[in-house]
């Protein structure tokens, strides 16, 4: 047995949450205040994800880079290959906010999406 103490970022009263741990299943969580911190614990010490945002660049764009995001959370371990990914992409202007800029990101099959647009120059 183990525990793990969490920061929750479920909500933003950020409570202190305990997770304890048998056997890699979380078989406890304590110190949440909603059932938003007890599901963070018990993802968080299993499987942890995470939401990637960033800047793409563009080429014959209004602008330099457009803001991106991962249409849904990836698996943490991925994020590096991500951001990796993310730096060496280049897109054509025009694009628009909720377009697909990338469809399976660093292999996890979540689409990169830009949140804002870019006119051609």
């Known amino acids: 047995m183990s525990e793990r103490i969490?920061?929750?970022i479920?909500?933003?009263m950020g409570c202190m949450l305990t997770a304890v741990l048998e056997n890699g299943t979380v078989t406890s969580v304590s110190?949440?205040?909603c059932r938003r911190g007890d599901d963070y614990a018990r993802k968080e010490c299993v499987a942890p994800e995470r939401t990637v945002t960033g800047t793409v660049r563009v080429a014959n764009g209004s602008a330099p880079v457009i803001s991106v995001r991962t249409a849904s959370p990836i698996?943490?371990?991925?994020?590096?290959?991500?951001?990796?990914v993310m730096a060496s992409t280049a897109v054509s202007a025009p694009i628009s906010?909720?377009?697909?800029v990338i469809a399976n990101l660093a292999g996890t099959?979540?689409?990169l999406i830009a949140t804002r647009g870019c006119e051609a120059r």
């Open 109 to 111: 099959g979540v689409a």
């Open 10 to 12: 479920g909500c933003p």
């Open 31 to 33: 110190g949440n205040t």
């Open 97 to 100: 906010a909720g377009d697909t």
């Open 6 to 8: 969490l920061t929750c």
């Open 75 to 84: 698996p943490k371990d991925k994020v590096m290959e991500a951001a990796r």
